[in-house]
């Protein structure tokens, strides 16, 4: 099956620093979404996003289906950022949903 | 607009018993995937179920069952429970498929198993 790389595996940062986080994948993607799950366990959809660019607010992601990665962008890091981030890929059909072993945020105070 | 719902939120059994999680996705989805999380496994995808019909199954044993009802609400259930089994689950619901379009997630259920 695909096989789904995240780096680093963890990351602690100064508030207001910024940061990117990156998701490699192993085959061609139909679908890739980015997801934070905070301290409570709920996975909170960042961004779908299957190639292109997206931003919203401090957070940006980029998706180069062609080249079999995508970058999470995260400005200005607040405290509220911490968690693990996941990207998730779908690599087409009868196939599964496969995430990552995501990327622990810690950003300091 | 409701979220995606998950019920129980905790919950501890013994092993050999059974349990049943329930999801109940947003309006209009017709789509609900389910998906374990371990510390040492992270996070596994179980099965799909869209408009009543499983779609895709993971590789998990026949221990794990589910099931979509026509108000597209979903089970799952455990049959003898192991102390493996000790997880959170989390249901995700989608317009449509869940590799075709995105997944949002409820709180999930995290059951211990002792």
């Known amino acids: 099956g695909i096989q789904v790389e995240q780096s680093p595996p963890d990351l602690i940062l100064q508030e207001g620093a910024n940061s990117t986080l990156r998701c490699n994948f192993s085959d061609s993607v139909n679908n890739l979404q980015w997801f934070h799950q905070n301290p409570w366990g709920q996975l909170i959809n960042l961004f779908y996003i299957p190639s292109g660019t997206k931003q919203n607010g401090r957070l940006s992601a980029t998706t180069v289906a062609t080249e079999r990665y995508s970058l999470l962008y995260i400005s200005s890091s607040q405290t509220t950022d911490s968690g693990v981030y996941f990207c998730?890929?779908?690599?087409?059909?009868?196939?599964?949903?496969?995430f990552g072993k995501g990327i622990t945020l810690s950003v300091r105070p | 607009k409701a979220g995606v719902t998950q019920t129980p939120r905790y919950l501890i059994k013994t092993r050999g018993q059974q349990v049943t999680l329930s999801c109940s996705p947003i309006s209009g989805h017709r789509s609900v995937s389910w998906y374990q999380q371990t510390p040492g496994q992270g996070l596994q995808f179980l099965f799909e179920y869209f408009s009543e019909t499983q779609r895709n199954k993971g590789n998990f044993p026949g221990r794990f069952s589910g099931r979509q009802f026509s108000n597209s609400r979903s089970e799952m259930n455990v049959s003898t429970l192991e102390l493996g089994d000790s997880a959170l689950y989390l249901c995700a619901s989608s317009l449509r498929l869940a590799g075709t379009g995105e997944l949002f997630f409820g709180e999930g259920s995290r059951l211990t198993v002792l």
């Open positions: 998730a890929v779908y690599p087409g059909a009868n196939s599964k949903l496969t």
